[in-house]
């Protein structure tokens, strides 16, 4: 895991890694890291082409891989003092369950 300190709020920050998670899940389960990282590459590549046909992937107690909606707007170009219209699209996002927020509210504090 790697950690850092956050400078503004002094607290440490862990980041886990797609190799730390499959070390982890191989670990717990005694199958082979290969095997894991194969399983769990298999499975951001259904959420991606599911998320990429339209389609909203749900995981009950985990949360919800869904595609959000952007409207059309007017960006700026500060440099060039331009507007250019951003039309409306689709952006990739994860909403948790409120199992799993209440597991990090309760476990992570400030």
Same mark, same amino acid.
């Given at each position: 895991?790697? @950690?850092f300190l956050?400078?503004?709020?002094?607290?440490?920050?862990? +980041?886990?890694?797609? @190799?730390?998670? $499959?070390? *982890?899940? @191989?670990?717990?389960?005694?199958l082979?890291k290969? /095997?894991?990282?194969?399983? $769990?590459?298999? !499975?951001? /590549?259904? $959420?991606? +082409?599911?998320? &990429?046909?339209?389609?909203? $992937?749900?995981?009950r107690? %985990?949360g919800? %891989?869904? =595609?959000?909606?952007r409207? /059309?707007?007017?960006?700026? =170009?500060?440099s *060039? =003092?331009?507007?250019?219209?951003?039309? &409306?699209?689709?952006?990739? @996002? !994860?909403?948790?369950?409120?199992? !799993?927020?209440?597991?990090? *509210? +309760? =476990?992570?504090?400030?």
């Amino acid at each position: 895991m790697h @950690a850092f300190l956050l400078e503004t709020k002094q607290k440490i920050i862990i +980041d886990m890694t797609k @190799a730390e998670i $499959v070390a *982890k899940i @191989a670990d717990k389960t005694g199958l082979d890291k290969k /095997e894991v990282l194969e399983v $769990v590459e298999h !499975f951001m /590549e259904e $959420v991606k +082409d599911s998320l &990429a046909s339209g389609e909203n $992937v749900y995981l009950r107690g %985990f949360g919800s %891989f869904i =595609n959000k909606y952007r409207a /059309e707007k007017i960006g700026r =170009n500060i440099s *060039k =003092n331009t507007s250019i219209k951003i039309p &409306a699209h689709y952006i990739p @996002a !994860f909403k948790p369950s409120k199992t !799993f927020v209440n597991k990090v *509210k +309760d =476990n992570v504090k400030p």
